[in-house]
């Protein structure tokens, strides 16, 4: 699975908009002067005009410069390319590196280091596809809240008015945000009792990022320390998990989510 990574912000411009203002364009050649906050109007390989954000990036001295891409879909697609990558070092690093220690056991080699460097990798790049998979579906909660929204609610029988800048901040936790938020800021109707899985499997997901965070380090004997966090991180279906943020996302907001 490859998720397509679009430009943010990203408006179309009519052709005539486009000539008016590519003929007043001064066109830069150095980067003296050029500021981090830039816009440009571009055509797109697809032929489309578009209105889109740059930031750009020195290096070595020279300055490059192209599309900022939407933040959502940039660690969604990272959190699936890591864990295509956890599933390649299992399927082929493991199968490589295992000796036969029984029927059907095998033993990845302790290293100099102490620990085998397949093995490693296979929960780095676990650990960091949930964590990227939860930070694209935070940001999309926050993304899909109209400026002006304001969330009202009953907490031990007083009314309270939320606006954007309390329901991004500590005030409303995720489960808040996507249990009565979301439903009010989708283009389509969610109903979590029909959505019951996909409800059940992001909550799954969010814990499971939620113990890595925030590691907890006291515990009977050091056997048992981070045991419980990372085992759950292992058992947990990553792969179920995108698709069902996806599907969420997508109903949502209408083909938010593309997949190459």
Not at 10 to 19: G, L, R, V, Y
Not at 25 to 36: D, F, P, Y
């Amino acid at each position: 699975m490859k998720i397509k990574v679009p430009p943010y912000p990203n408006f179309k411009i009519t052709e005539d908009a486009f000539n008016g203002v590519s003929e007043q364009t001064v066109k830069k050649t150095n980067s003296k002067g050029l500021s981090n906050h830039l816009v440009m109007i571009a055509p797109f390989k697809t032929g489309e005009k578009r209105v889109i954000h740059i930031r750009p990036v020195k290096y070595n001295g020279n300055t490059y410069i192209t599309a900022f891409p939407n933040p959502i879909h940039l660690f969604l697609s990272l959190s699936s390319e890591h864990y295509n990558i956890s599933e390649k070092v299992k399927s082929e690093n493991f199968v490589k590196c295992g000796k036969p220690y029984g029927k059907d056991l095998y033993l990845l080699d302790i290293e100099k280091n102490g620990t085998h460097e397949c093995y490693n990798n296979y929960i780095k790049y676990r650990t960091s596809s949930i964590i990227m998979l939860v930070s694209a579906l935070e940001a999309f909660l926050n993304h899909i809240i109209p400026n002006d929204f304001i969330y009202k609610t009953v907490r031990k029988n007083k009314t309270f008015e939320f606006n954007k800048n309390d329901i991004e901040s500590p005030k409303i936790s995720f489960r808040e945000k996507m249990d009565k938020i979301l439903p009010q800021c989708s283009e389509r109707k969610i109903d979590w009792e029909i959505l019951n899985n996909e409800h059940k499997i992001i909550f799954d997901l969010y814990n499971s990022r939620k113990d890595l965070i925030h590691l907890k380090t006291n515990s009977q004997t050091d056997f048992d320390m981070y045991f419980e966090a990372i085992d759950r991180m292992l058992n947990l279906d990553i792969l179920l998990a995108i698709e069902s943020v996806i599907k969420i996302m997508n109903i949502s907001k209408n083909e938010f989510i593309e997949i190459e």
